[in-house]
């Protein structure tokens, strides 16, 4: 069913922003639909569209090459945020984030400073990573990861699940027929 959507193996390996990968994109893994390569794209995905607001589709195709898990699952895996869910996703992490470290729940409100120079803006950095960012960032990680094992795992499950149904739906289509 899935296969349908997707572009053929040929168009992706010769298209011209992709040829830098060279011989890496014929590795057979990458394209495959089963059960250890669709459930580690899953969870590269995931942790990626978990862990990093921006690049996060380039970030999960590396790491898919890396760990010979299906490109194109990684890419569609790591739109479990998107526009509609970075809001929730971010606050989320942060007040998981700020729980475990024991901050306050609600950051202050501080406004931007205008930063003319680098060092200025290092230090708003450094501001912003001691205060509002270190929570925020652990609940990213937190969450990145354990996105990441139960897509794994919760993939690798429904595949299961859905394979012995098939089977038993054959074995007792056969044994229903027999019997006939």
Known sequence: MIR????????????????????????????KLNRRTVAKAVAIGAFFGLMIPVAQIPAAVIASLSFRANLWIAAVSTLVSNPFTYAPLYYFAYQLGAGILGVPPKPEVVEAPVVETFTQWLVHAWTWVTGIGQPLLLGMLLMAVTGAIVGYYLTQTVWRYHVKRKWRSRGHGRRHGEAH
Do not use: N, Q, T
């Open 4 to 31: 349908r959507f997707l572009p053929s193996h040929e168009s992706i390996k010769e298209h011209r922003l992709l040829r830098w990968v060279g011989p890496r994109l014929h590795d057979p893994s990458l394209w």
